[in-house]
């Protein structure tokens, strides 16, 4: 339950703009170049919508533990500057 609380407003945030990342990605790696409706149509022509969203979860996965690093490391040096004064 904890984790899926976490996990789901990550996942809420990345809903829109994913595909827009999926798109640049595939724009910045493609050798032949390509405007941005050609290469939205050849990913419709691979997998329908969803191919937009190949890796979703794996991105939702990393955003979480990512912000988890971040708050444990910023309180842990938190903590550590104020021992020192």
Known sequence: MLTTTR???????????FPFDTLKKRLQSVEVPRSSL????????QG????????FWVKC???S???A???????AVRRMLRMQD
């Open 69 to 75: 690093v971040f708050n444990t490391v910023f309180v």
């Open 48 to 55: 329908g919508p969803f191919r937009f969203y190949r890796g």
């Open 61 to 63: 996965l990393f955003v």
């Open 65 to 67: 533990l990512n912000g």
């Open 38 to 45: 050609e290469e939205a149509r050849v990913l419709l022509a």
């Open 7 to 17: 996990i789901a407003p990550v996942c809420a945030s990345q809903i829109p703009t």
